[in-house]
């Protein structure tokens, strides 16, 4: 099993971004996938999450109205649109695939991508 995100970079407040987690070593259409991120000195976050055929998407109160999680079953990829960026969305963001249990708990998740840096700044 393999999750490679890419996308991430510097950006000015106001900004945007499109994250890609590409996934390979099992069959991506079955799952739920989430995206996560971790700031310095806090707890990874849940941001956003996609069922696995695309029809229902959750996030995080923080990120509503500015991020758009999706997917391509047929590309194996899962993105996350970040528009209005703002410098605490700055974290390493990171893809991974729900196994079981609540979205929020990270140990719901079996496997989890490297992360990718978002840096929010001016």
């Known amino acids: 099993v393999q999750l490679v995100e890419s996308g991430g970079g510097l950006v000015q407040p106001g900004g945007s971004l499109r994250l890609s987690c590409a996934a390979s070593?099992?069959?991506?259409?079955?799952?739920?996938m989430s995206w996560y991120r971790q700031a310095p000195g806090k707890e990874r976050e849940l941001v956003a999450a996609?069922?696995?055929?695309?029809?229902?998407?959750n996030y995080a109160d923080s990120v509503k109205g500015r991020f758009t999680i999706s997917r391509d079953n047929a590309k194996n990829t899962v993105y996350l649109q970040m528009n209005s960026l703002k410098p605490e969305d700055t974290a390493v963001y990171y893809c991974a695939t729900h196994r079981s249990g609540p979205l929020s708990t990270s140990s719901s998740y079996d496997y989890w991508g490297q992360g990718t840096q978002v840096t929010v700044s001016s």
């Open positions: 070593g099992f069959t991506f259409s079955r799952y739920i």
């Open positions: 996609i069922t696995s055929a695309g029809g229902i998407t």
